[in-house]
């Protein structure tokens, strides 16, 4: 157990609706990261925030949005659904932004959009 | 930009067999290294990681060496188990261009140990 939690573990959806995904980090990191796994694109980075705050932002599409909350849980939105968003969805922790730091992931959120 | 490359799976091996998953990278500036896994049904745990150059990063009878004159990371494990298959994926945080030690992983490899 990573200490890192995510809710719910399965969606399922219709193309054009919206979702929310929730990630608790682990006790004290204030660094939160989403990823993206799908058979096509594999592992793909999507945004990070650090103690409330937006510090990066990989290939995120637009339809998506991201933010953390002062109790540092942060939340991924997905709007405009489409079939090829089907994806696990994790995030990750760690207690800052470091070079020696290590990233926990969370047991993710498989995402189906039918 | 930054990228990771590691070989294509499946790998099937015997039971204590001798592993080598090649991983090789380009980075614009100084990286660190990881290998994660990913055991069926679950999220990715650290496996190991190394963070300078020459550094060997070792874990449950894992070892991966961080050569920076190959650019390469491989991760090797003397005598493999059939608990050890799951998918294991190299990546890299580089963060010169923007500040974020975020994580560029390569495809994965798939290792089946077969009894």
Known sequence: ??????????LITATGQRVTLRCSPRSGDLSVYWYQQSLDQGLQFLIQYYNGEERAKGNILERFSAQQFPDLHSELNLSSLELGDSALYFCASSVGSGREETQYFGPG?????L | GDSVTQMEGPVTLSEEAFLTI???YT???????????????????????????????????????????????HLEKGSVQVSDSA?????????????????????????LVRP
Request: aromatic share 14%; with cysteine.
């Open chain 2, 27 to 73: 980075a614009t500036g100084y990286p660190s290294l990881f290998w994660y896994v990913q055991y069926p049904g679950e999220g990715l745990q650290l496996l190991l990681k190394a963070t300078k150059a020459d550094d060997k990063g070792s874990n449950k009878g894992f070892e991966a060496t961080y050569r920076k004159e190959t650019t390469s990371f």
């Open chain 2, 87 to 111: 998918v294991y994926f190299c990546a890299l945080s580089d963060p010169l261009m923007d500040s974020s030690y975020k994580l560029i992983f390569g495809s994965g490899t798939r290792l």
């Open chain 1, 109 to 113: 959120t498989r995402l189906l959009v």
């Open chain 1, 1 to 10: 157990d990573s200490g890192v939690t995510q809710t719910p573990k399965h």
């Open chain 2, 22 to 24: 090649n991983c090789t």
